[in-house]
């Protein structure tokens, strides 16, 4: 999640249809997954968490008329070139039902999730590419992140070859001097910009 602005991603136009999330849920099961247990997370009966044997996507899998459906996905991508040598977690999918039945369920999880992330893997880099509503939700991220002390940095990686990563002080910082730096619609410029937690 980052600074390309982009419109619904289209895995979300995947998704958000009920046939053809039933379709994409089904090929996720099929190739193989395990239960994950989220700490402080706990799904009613009717939903599993699961993870994929082979790759770092999860999901909250239900059933819809008798078949296969995804309440929410995140898929995950690990990578040292933004934070080097230290490695980062960057969640390059995440997806919600717009399906009013499955909300109080999936209510609260982003967050959970992101929290666990952050205590699992110390940095969190955003995607290089954002909707609207990822925008937000990093935003009440990193205004989260301040309340816990944790350090939040902008990271350039327009100008040279090696990325710059710049130390954020305040949520009103990031508000008066970043948000408009960091997020927009230059093909260009905005996938070479992006947010960092960090515990450390």
């Not at 995947?14 to 379709?23: A, D, H, P, Q």
């Not at 399906?99 to 893997?121: A, D, E, N, T």
């Not at 940095?123 to 350090?151: C, H, K, P």
């Amino acid at each position: 999640m980052a600074p390309l602005m982009i419109d619904s991603a289209d895995f979300s136009q995947k998704l958000g249809l009920i046939s053809r999330n039933v379709e994409h849920t089904a090929a996720f099961l099929a190739r193989g997954t395990e239960e994950f247990t989220l700490p402080g997370f706990v799904l009613p009966v009717g939903y599993r968490l699961l993870k994929s044997r082979f790759n770092d996507e999860y999901r909250i899998v239900t059933t819809d008329d008798g078949q296969p459906y995804t309440a929410y996905a995140v898929k995950l991508e690990f990578h040292r070139e933004i934070t080097f040598p230290r490695s980062a977690a960057t969640q390059v999918m995440v997806w919600r039902t717009p399906r009013m039945l499955h909300q109080r369920v999936i209510h609260g999880f982003p967050q959970c999730f992101f929290q666990w992330l952050l205590s699992k893997y110390d940095i969190v880099v955003s995607d290089s590419e954002q909707t609207g509503d990822g925008q937000r939700f990093w935003l009440r991220m990193i205004d989260w992140a301040f309340s816990m002390n944790y350090q939040i940095s902008v990271a350039d990686g327009t100008v040279e070859e090696a990325w710059e990563l710049t130390p954020v002080s305040s949520y009103a910082e990031l508000e008066e001097r970043w948000i408009a730096f960091a997020w927009g619609h230059d093909r260009d410029i905005h996938p070479h910009r992006r947010l960092v937690i960090s515990k450390s």
